[in-house]
């Protein structure tokens, strides 16, 4: 189901008895508006790439906490994209973590596996 079909959305949460979440393919902090009167979602999961960067994100989420709906900003970029995210909405107490389409890896070096050298 496309996200940006707000009537299937409604459907789906009147059926499910758990969260449901969209917006990362919203462009506009406008474009949230149907979807905060339609309540049909729970959690709002804008693209700060997308939606026009830090400060649109944080507007964003000041009006997610006046329409009790929880944002967890999604992000498919890079470590830069993944910080502005973290920030946009880290001093609102709608806020939950980051969805992230991306995967880190953690590197052990050899010394540190090994017994330290005297």
């Excluded at 000041?62 to 498919?76: D, I, K, R, S």
């Amino acid at each position: 189901m496309p996200p940006e079909n707000l009537k299937a959305l409604e459907k789906v949460a009147a059926k499910v008895d758990m969260p449901l979440a969209t917006g990362e393919r919203i462009h506009d902090r406008i474009e949230f508006r149907e979807l905060f009167e339609s309540q049909a979602v729970d959690i709002l999961q804008p693209d700060v790439g997308h939606i026009g960067g830090i400060w649109e994100t944080r507007k964003l989420a000041a009006t997610a906490e006046t329409h009790y709906m929880l944002v967890a900003p999604h992000n498919v970029g890079g470590p830069v994209l993944t910080a502005a995210s973290s920030k946009s909405v880290s001093p609102h107490r709608t806020s939950r973590s980051l969805s992230t389409s991306t995967t880190s890896r953690t590197r052990t070096s050899r010394r540190s596996s090994r017994a330290p050298r005297r």
